[in-house]
């Protein structure tokens, strides 16, 4: 095993200072993604852990300008987000103005596909020659600029190739089916083509999509369809594009190993990726999404860290978005509550976890269920975000998130329920345990780490530390955290 005390060093430092004054991007320095040996996180091909700390900007390439582009990553990689989710065909929607068209123009006027405003031929992208991502001449230079710029701040895009919702699925109002099995293939293949040498790349099918159904949906309404062979086709032509070679979906295959591929289901906490793809060849990692089930992200996670034939990574790719309403008051989904899904997706052993802001995803009006009249530029200041990106990013590196393991037994009795859920971990070195406090609430804790062991609270709202009397060997005390914290870690510490 690698030296993991020098690898944390290494990653301490990225955080201390930003990635654009490294020597070498970490795709450059370390190499490319894969999943782990255990099969439960994602690192380097040198075996450094990949700490994936996401944002959704699901709207970036079809709605911001180049400037507005710029301005939006030198927020993000600043902070200290590695990886920002966008789609490059996106059906518009979002803070409170009109949805569609489904050939929509970016900020340039140019559209993606060749036919009308509303009837795109996804087999054909609209390429216009001369043109370049300064100075873009069609729909896909500007996707070339977009890429260019994530990954001039070293980070990496987890590229959507469509809206599957939309697209796909048709689980959106006013859309209709606009990939066959070869159209997505096909369309596959130019992505994976046009992009095989960017490196920071990260394939993300799906969006906000089941791929299959059979039953009773929302409403009541009895719905019947199986979309998984688009998906899968969709997923061949990546391949084929990046490798020139042309596996089959379910066949193993070195060229799978040559993209990293995940996929973005929807909203439902109850079927994620792992019901349709956990065995197919080409998902590197299973996708989970919760949306206002914040209670569901814990049980959810872990359920997927269970999985076997194959064991996968799975990654918390959206969630309940800062300062949404979901159709409650503004401002219904507060810090804490960014908080408590960040923390539950790692203390259930997820490989990483993505944030929204409600103006953000969309990147248009101030309107709607999520924006309560923010823009997108004034939700870049939104407090979970930082508490994200810096605090939580700080601690995960400091105590070696990919050593968890989600131990139960750290909680003497009930572990609570929904905002009062206590959930633990311990290291595999068994030196470390945590335990993470979802609110203010007492708690019994049994020290399982067979020496006596150093403790403190850490509040995942300030950074602050408050220190607490050692636990002895097996010692089961009773504890409650810091007043008017609303949530906390109990972090017990065995040596240095």
Not at 11 to 31: T, Y
Not at 56 to 69: D, F
Not at 157 to 185: D, S, V
Request: hydrophobic residues 35%; glycine residues 10%; contains cysteine.
């Amino acid at each position: 095993m690698k030296n993991l005390k020098c690898i944390f060093a290494g990653l301490w430092l990225s955080f201390i200072f930003p990635l654009s004054v490294l020597a070498q991007a970490p795709w450059e320095q370390h190499g490319k993604l894969e999943v782990s040996p255990t099969g439960h996180t994602i690192q380097h091909s040198d075996g450094t852990p990949f700490l994936w700390i996401g944002e959704t900007g699901w709207g970036m390439i079809q709605q911001l300008t180049r400037e507005e582009i710029d301005l939006y990553l030198d927020n993000r990689q600043k902070l200290g987000f590695t990886v920002i989710q966008t789609v490059a065909f996106w059906y518009p929607h979002g803070g409170g103005m009109k949805t569609g068209p489904h050939n929509a123009a970016n900020a340039y006027g140019f559209r993606p596909f060749y036919g009308d405003e509303d009837s795109p031929n996804t087999s054909e992208p609209l390429i216009v020659k001369g043109g370049s991502p300064d100075l873009p001449n069609d729909y896909w230079d500007h996707v070339d600029y977009v890429i260019r710029a994530v990954k001039k701040r070293n980070m990496y895009l987890a590229l959507l190739p469509c809206w599957g919702r939309a697209y796909i699925t048709l689980q959106m109002g006013n859309t209709h089916q606009e990939f066959t099995e070869e159209e997505a293939r096909t369309y596959g293949a130019f992505l994976g083509k046009r992009y095989k040498n960017e490196r920071n790349i990260i394939w993300v099918l799906g969006g906000d999509a089941k791929a299959q159904v059979k039953g009773y949906e929302k409403n009541f309404i009895y719905q019947e369809w199986d979309k998984r062979s688009i998906f899968r086709a969709m997923a061949e032509g990546i391949v084929q594009g990046v490798t020139g070679q042309k596996p089959a979906w379910n066949q193993a295959h070195p060229a799978w190993h040559q993209v990293f591929m995940t996929y973005h289901p929807d909203g439902d906490p109850a079927v994620n990726s792992s019901m349709w793809f956990h065995s197919d060849a080409w998902l590197t990692a299973n996708g989970v999404e919760v949306w206002r089930e914040v209670s569901q992200v814990y049980p959810v996670m872990l359920s997927e860290y269970q999985l076997t034939k194959p064991i996968k990574p799975s990654l918390f790719l959206e969630g309940s978005y800062e300062f949404g309403s979901y159709r409650h008051e503004c401002g219904w989904v507060t810090p804490v509550k960014v908080r408590r899904q960040i923390y539950y997706t790692f203390f259930a052993g997820g490989a990483g976890h993505t944030y929204g802001a409600g103006p953000t995803w969309a990147m248009r009006g101030t309107g709607g269920d999520y924006n309560c009249g923010y823009t997108w530029k004034q939700a870049l200041e939104f407090p979970a975000g930082v508490q994200f990106a810096v605090m939580a990013k700080a601690f995960l590196l400091n105590h070696q998130w990919p050593l968890w393991n989600p131990n139960g037994g750290v909680i003497d009795g009930s572990i609570g329920e929904g905002e009062s859920l206590k959930i633990a971990v311990t290291s595999e070195s068994g030196k470390l345990a945590l335990v993470y406090f979802s609110n203010n609430s007492y708690a019994k804790i049994k020290n399982p780490l067979n020496k006596e062991a150093t403790v403190h609270w850490f509040d995942p709202s300030s950074g602050q530390e408050e220190p607490v009397a050692s636990f002895k060997s097996n010692e089961v005390r009773g504890v409650i955290p810091p007043e008017k914290w609303e949530d906390a870690i109990l972090v017990l510490r065995v040596g240095d």
